[in-house]
Nanobody
Framework: VQLQESGGGSVQSGESLTLSCAINGYTSRRYCLGWFRQAPGKEREGVAT???????SFGNFVKGRFTISHDDAVNTLYLRMNNLKPEDTAMYFC?????????????????????WGTGTQVTVSS
C-alpha cells in the first residue's frame, strides 16, 4: 500500500488549499482514511477522518473550515482547507487503516494506522 500526498504550499492567512492523497494498493472495502498534521516540536494530531460508512470526524480546531472527501473512482483522499491560519502551519500526512471508525480514528496515534504517506508541507503566513 502506498499513500502519496500533494497540494501543500505556502499561503497567506485567510487563503485556501486543497490537499490530495493518492492511495494505491489498498484493497479492503473497509477503511478509515485520515489527515493528520505535525508542527515542529509538537505531537502529531488528527485533523479529519472519513470511514467506509461515510462518517466524518474533525479536530476541534477545524471549526468548520475544512472538509474531507474520498473519491472512490480514483481512490484519492482530499482535504479542502479554507480560511487558513498561521497555526495551521505543519506537515500534513494522510493515513489509512481498515479497523477504525472515523470518530475513533481521529483520536488514535501514529502506531494505530497501518499505512502512512510521507507528508506535504503547509505554511501559512500572517
Amino acid at each position: 500500500v502506498q499513500l502519496q500526498e500533494s497540494g501543500g504550499g505556502s499561503v497567506q492567512s485567510g487563503e485556501s488549499l486543497t490537499l490530495s492523497c493518492a492511495i494505491n494498493g489498498y484493497t479492503s472495502r473497509r477503511y478509515c482514511l485520515g489527515w493528520f498534521r505535525q508542527a515542529p516540536g509538537k505531537e502529531r494530531e488528527g485533523v479529519a477522518t472519513i470511514d467506509s460508512h461515510g462518517e466524518r470526524s474533525f479536530g476541534n480546531f477545524v471549526k468548520g473550515r475544512f472538509t474531507i472527501s474520498h473519491d472512490d473512482a480514483v481512490n484519492t483522499l482530499y482535504l479542502r482547507m479554507n480560511n487558513l491560519k498561521p497555526e495551521d502551519t505543519a506537515m500534513y500526512f494522510c493515513a489509512a487503516d481498515p479497523r477504525w471508525s472515523a470518530r475513533n480514528g481521529l483520536r488514535l496515534g501514529v502506531g494505530d494506522f497501518q499505512h502512512w504517506g510521507t507528508g506535504t508541507q503547509v505554511t501559512v503566513s500572517s
